[in-house]
């Protein structure tokens, strides 16, 4: 029970980052664009977010930051696709590269330099409950939102005309065209939400999971929420269901030597790739089942006819 | 302005595109509770004139007059306010989502879903066009997916209806069905405008006509008095010489046999081949009509090989089993195939026109010396199919994409004819293309056909398969109906086999 | 009012030579903005940059050696993106293969002969080939998406050469350093020009520009790549199978990066260490776009990127310009160059066209 606990909060401290990066590549991917540029979206988040909370110790003004800059990066590939017609997967790889290179550059300065970490909110009554309690309720702000983002999006996916205008243009960005939606801008707006999102992800790991900038820092999980999105089969609740499930694997590492394992530090590092190989594997080789679920006009270029 | 008893009159609409005058000057007037049609040959301008008319196009010159007044159409939004709602040839749909959502999302403004899924199907009933508001469009039918259209814009309770060419995914039956919702809808009071270069149809629905031919208008006839040749010679210019099935009696051995193919469908979304028997004899034409969606491309890809069958006995070709063999053997027996889409299956869009000629064309023509591609060779061979078909291109180095429509499938057609294949297989040969291209294509199958190949010929065009084919059969659901000549068969008996009703049951059945 | 892009009836062959250089030119730009931005002079940094890592011979010579692998990989990949399959992993391939590589080196460890060096970069293109198997294995059998199998692999292959480094393969006279023993003799590239470490292994990699020069153009392999990424139910019809062509793409990308890796170790490196790339194998991405995915543009851009390497070690050294800058200066390109492509499918129109004016 005295390791059951910690395990917990580390999972969830595991899984908030795939989640947020997930949930806005899932809404990017829900109106038809693929953005491979998750990884280099979330790293540029991680250093901004470190920087404003070093600079101006505010722990909002670094959400904030992050989000823009998340945000921005995001901008910068929806012109490509959008206005300029670029091919999705070498615009996403390139903004990949560039946020990867750009963090490092702006990251020179933050090497070494420690934070103490966002603070945890108690929510008064409902965190002194034992066990659910220390869990649930004791957590830092960015844990609370992915959840309530969880159930925002849901809701407004399902259950919102914008959200059904969304899925519309995923479906089939010729007839929302002909329909007269402007499937620019929706796809736009998707984007940048996606940026903002992977932003926070990205935000997280350097202010509460680690906390501190290191290059890189992100290791792959930018293209782990990509794998995520189709493990869920675009479905809200199940990005949930495998943000957790992945946080508890690459946590398996760090508690391998309580529990006894005795397996290199280095293969169990290698855990949640295989892992994320494994769930593709699994999901993919269900064509139908794909084809029902992926928003049909996914990574397709959009080229309004006249 | 003077109390107009037209409901829409269009004056002088002229529509300029980079190289092509669509519309010419072009009038028209609707006047309500009439149906009118638009008619013309693929071309001709009726798509643009129609866009104009919903929105879609800002017209170059010309005006629009609505209710007598004069009103410039801003956008689909603006017209659907002024009561004019239009059914496309190709559906705004969005497969995923239900029916109901599909229709809110027609409409400008947040609805309720619950109170709209009652209005529609209200509006199934009245008219005659059952459909459930919950099912997701995926799981329809074409003539059903047709059926929100028309009750996505009765919702909005028009005053002029445009419909763009909408029998052509419609067995006879469903179009009798239809129009006789479309004359409820007339006696009611709406106007319809009804897009087609189908002749027997607007005969037996529409009341008057406008023609257009090369973007002009050339006269707009009241149908009574018209018949179908007069209303063709309008329309082309001149009578289309029907194809001369000639005096060809006997035809020689079996090329190509199918013997109890079955495949399953690659997915959910794909047709069940089942049971399919079928001959093809040297010197005939065989048909096979259908509704879209219906197994065709499946058929096709089993046939030419892009779909392996489980056992290579089910196809024969030449007499010589070839169900496991794949397309490039297939045509090296001496199989040749042109499959429904053009550019994406049967041509390669960006490539141009020498690699599309390659294509197909490596082994018969000898392209191909010791693993290097003979380019010069290629060349020719790209030529002589232009040159041979009348092309119209600016050279061969232009990417096939470039193309217009019945160019490309000239091109495509011709590419396989100058390979002199023993058995030929195409599916939908003239679709959207023009009268021209038609012309040649057709003649050049059935040169192909009087050659001595095996010609099997799918198609949704029922008219083009009565005239061209020998012997005429149906697809439906995965499943062939039985062939016969096509001397002794008429419209009402194939709109049955598209319909999977067998014939077998006696000839008196049928009306 | 803006300009808008209107589309081309025909692709502009002009543009698609003139692409890369318009965005080699906006990057450059973008480099001086950078670079006032981050206070250093401009156009020192440029020269320290692009101009003074050529002006010596060893230079040259480096251009080579950082240009081999990047090319190598680079030619595979361009054909391999041609065919529509993103191999993204070709880091891990390369880490694999040199690692293949590298093991043999050590397994002959003292000992001389003409057999070990060919033996060695054999098992390093196995190696690349056995990784990037998987990948297409794992696509062709199960439909997953290469792009992040191959991806996920990279990582997986790096822990794993980590691995391999902290036990199994490490020196055991060094020190207790996750290094392997240096190679002896016979197990390093032979030198083109002493005095540079300029390898034939540059030898290798112009072969591979031709040979791929030749498969695409010529050959009905190349033929059926360019349609496989064009067309793919056209390239079923054409009777060709798009799974042959992703395992052969994928294969070899792998065998090439696994080439590149054992190069790698067999040459400038001489011996396994738990980092044996720069990230070639990502760059080489780059180097694949920019050479207009042909093996002839793949020589020149890999070049190109092997200068940017170059230039930011001599400006790091010169000006104290942080490496990090190759890595920005390296995106930028890529993204410049997708850029200007635009103008080879579109063409910028400024007003309204005057003859069609149109809504939604």
Known sequence: MDFFIPAMLTIITAATPLLFAALGEMVTE??????????GMMVMGAIMGFISVHYSGSVTIAIFTSILAGAFMAAFFALFVLKFHASQ????????????GLSALLGQGMIGIAYEGIPKISIPLLSSIPVAGTLF???????????IMVLAIHYFLNKTRAGLILRAVGDSHDAAHAMGYSVVKIRFMAILFGGAMAGLGGAYLSLAYSPLWVEQMTAGRGWIALALVVFACWRTGRVLFGAYLFGGISILQLHAQALGIGVPSQVMSMLPYLATIIVLVIISRDVSKIKLNAPASLGRPFHPSR | MKDSPYLIELKGMTKVFPGVLANDAVDLKIKPGEIHALLGENGAGKSTLVKMIYGI???????????????????????RKLGIAMVFQHFSLFDSLSVVENISLGINQAVDL?????????????????????????TLSVGERQRIEIIRCLLLQPRLLVMDEPTSVLTPQEVQKLFMTLNRLAEEGLAILYISHKLDEIKSLCHHATILRLGKRIGTVNIDNESTSSLAIMMMGEELE???????VTAGEVRLRVDNLTMPAIDSTGITLQNINLEVRAGEIVGIAGVAGNGQDELLKALNGEECCQTASSIIIENKPAGKLGPNARRRAGMASVPEKRLGHGAIPDMDLVDNAFMTGFHRMGLLARGLINYSKTRSFAHKVIDDFAVKTSGSRVPASSLSGGNLQKFIIGRELTQAPDILIVSQPTWGVDAGATQTIRHSLRKLADQGAAVLIISQDLDELMEMSDRIGAICGGRLSHFYPTNDMTVEKVGLLMAGVSLDQGEANVA | M??????????????????PVLALLLSLLAGIVLFIIIGVPPLAALHAFFIEPLSTSYGLAELGVKGTPLILIGV???????????NIGAEGQLTMGGLCGGAVALYFYGQEGFHILPLMLLAGVLGGVAWAAIVAFLRVRFNANEILTSLMLSYVAGYFLNFMMHGPLKDPEGYNFPESRQFSESALLPLLFDGTRLHIGAIMALIAVVLGWIILSRTLLGYQIKIAGSAPEACEHAGFSNNKIIWITLLMGGGMAGLAGTIEVSGPIGQLLPNISPGYGFTAIIVAYVGRLHPVGALFAGLLLALTYLGGETAQIRLNLPVAVTGVFQGLLLFFLLASDVLIRYRIQFGKPALTMEKN
């Open chain 1, 89 to 100: 997967v070498p615009t996403g790889l390139a903004l990949t590269i560039f946020g990867i």
């Open chain 2, 242 to 248: 029907r194809i001369d099935k000639g005096e060809k």
């Open chain 3, 2 to 19: 803006w300009p808008s892009l209107v589309q081309r009836q025909i692709p502009s062959r002009l543009m698609v030579y003139l692409s």
């Open chain 2, 114 to 138: 619950k109170k709209l899924a009652g209005e529609i199907t209200e509006i199934s009933k009245r008219y005659g066009l059952p459909l459930d508001p919950h099912r997701h469009v995926y």
């Open chain 2, 57 to 79: 196009l800002k017209p170059d010159a010309g005006t629009i007059f609505y209710d007598g007044k004069r009103v410039e159409i801003e956008s689909p939004a603006h017209a």
């Open chain 1, 30 to 39: 829900k109106s038809g664009v693929l953005n491979l540029g998750v990884e």
């Open chain 1, 137 to 147: 309720f004791q957590q830092d702000c960015l844990v609370y939102m992915s959840i």
């Open chain 3, 76 to 86: 595979a990949l361009s054909l391999g993106f041609k065919a529509g399959v993103w």
